[in-house]
Protein backbone atom coordinates (compact mmCIF):
# COMPACT_ATOMS: atom_id res chain seq x y z
CA UNK A 1 0.00 0.00 0.00
CA UNK A 2 1.10 3.11 -0.76
CA UNK A 3 1.77 6.55 1.64
CA UNK A 4 3.01 9.63 1.32
CA UNK A 5 6.83 10.52 2.03
CA UNK A 6 8.23 13.25 3.23
CA UNK A 7 10.28 15.18 0.00
CA UNK A 8 11.52 18.27 0.73
CA UNK A 9 11.00 21.63 3.54
CA UNK A 10 9.08 24.20 1.92
CA UNK A 11 11.24 26.84 2.19
CA UNK A 12 13.63 24.70 0.57
CA UNK A 13 11.59 25.14 -3.32
CA UNK A 14 10.76 28.82 -3.99
CA UNK A 15 7.41 29.34 -6.28
CA UNK A 16 8.57 29.08 -9.82
CA UNK A 17 11.05 26.34 -9.11
CA UNK A 18 11.38 23.05 -9.87
CA UNK A 19 13.51 20.55 -8.08
CA UNK A 20 14.42 16.90 -8.57
CA UNK A 21 13.90 14.28 -5.08
CA UNK A 22 14.00 10.71 -4.71
CA UNK A 23 10.82 9.52 -3.23
CA UNK A 24 10.43 5.57 -2.47
CA UNK A 25 13.39 4.96 -4.68
CA UNK A 26 11.56 6.96 -7.45
CA UNK A 27 12.93 10.00 -9.19
CA UNK A 28 10.51 12.63 -8.98
CA UNK A 29 10.18 16.16 -10.33
CA UNK A 30 8.74 18.76 -7.94
CA UNK A 31 7.30 22.13 -8.92
CA UNK A 32 6.00 24.89 -7.25
CA UNK A 33 3.27 26.74 -8.22
CA UNK A 34 2.36 30.24 -6.87
CA UNK A 35 2.90 28.52 -3.45
CA UNK A 36 0.55 25.14 -4.85
CA UNK A 37 3.06 22.12 -4.87
CA UNK A 38 2.81 19.72 -8.29
CA UNK A 39 4.87 16.07 -8.46
CA UNK A 40 5.20 14.80 -12.18
CA UNK A 41 7.37 11.57 -12.95
CA UNK A 42 11.00 12.79 -13.69
CA UNK A 43 11.19 11.19 -17.00
CA UNK A 44 10.23 12.71 -20.09
CA UNK A 45 8.07 10.42 -22.65
CA UNK A 46 10.11 11.80 -25.19
CA UNK A 47 14.11 10.67 -24.16
CA UNK A 48 13.87 10.15 -20.66
CA UNK A 49 15.12 13.87 -19.81
CA UNK A 50 15.10 14.91 -16.14
CA UNK A 51 11.73 17.34 -15.93
CA UNK A 52 13.22 18.55 -12.45
CA UNK A 53 15.63 20.58 -14.32
CA UNK A 54 13.46 21.89 -16.75
CA UNK A 55 12.43 25.65 -16.99
CA UNK A 56 8.98 26.30 -14.74
CA UNK A 57 6.72 29.08 -17.19
CA UNK A 58 3.44 29.33 -14.94
CA UNK A 59 2.16 26.03 -14.55
CA UNK A 60 4.39 24.63 -17.72
CA UNK A 61 7.94 23.21 -17.29
CA UNK A 62 10.09 22.65 -20.90
CA UNK A 63 12.19 19.42 -20.74
CA UNK A 64 15.54 20.57 -20.65
CA UNK A 65 16.59 18.24 -23.42
CA UNK A 66 14.65 18.73 -26.24
CA UNK A 67 12.04 20.99 -24.69
CA UNK A 68 8.56 19.70 -24.95
CA UNK A 69 6.18 20.98 -22.64
CA UNK A 70 4.15 19.82 -19.90
CA UNK A 71 1.19 21.05 -17.82
CA UNK A 72 2.56 20.35 -14.01
CA UNK A 73 -0.96 20.42 -12.59
CA UNK A 74 -2.20 17.50 -15.24
CA UNK A 75 1.04 16.05 -16.88
CA UNK A 76 -0.37 16.46 -20.11
CA UNK A 77 1.83 17.56 -23.13
CA UNK A 78 0.34 20.95 -24.34
CA UNK A 79 1.09 20.21 -27.96
CA UNK A 80 -0.56 16.73 -27.72
CA UNK A 81 -2.88 15.95 -24.59
CA UNK A 82 -2.57 12.27 -25.37
CA UNK A 83 1.70 12.68 -24.47
CA UNK A 84 1.01 12.30 -19.86
CA UNK A 85 4.03 12.11 -17.62
CA UNK A 86 2.86 10.45 -14.21
CA UNK A 87 1.81 12.67 -11.38
CA UNK A 88 2.07 12.33 -7.92
CA UNK A 89 -0.68 13.36 -5.29
CA UNK A 90 1.27 15.84 -2.90
CA UNK A 91 0.18 17.72 0.52
CA UNK A 92 1.88 19.75 2.39
CA UNK A 93 2.33 19.15 6.32
CA UNK A 94 4.00 20.33 8.71
CA UNK A 95 6.43 22.95 6.77
CA UNK A 96 7.22 19.65 4.65
CA UNK A 97 6.04 18.61 1.03
CA UNK A 98 5.15 14.99 1.00
CA UNK A 99 4.62 12.96 -2.14
CA UNK A 100 2.60 9.55 -2.92
CA UNK A 101 3.74 7.34 -4.97
CA UNK A 102 1.94 3.99 -6.19
Not at 39 to 61: I, K, M, T, W, Y
Request: proline residues 5%.
Amino acid sequence: MSEFVRAIAVTDLAPGQAAEVEVGGQAVALFNVGGTFHALSNRCPHRGGPLGQGFLDGAEVSCPWHNWTFDVTTGENVADTNLCVPRHAVKVEDAHVYVKIG
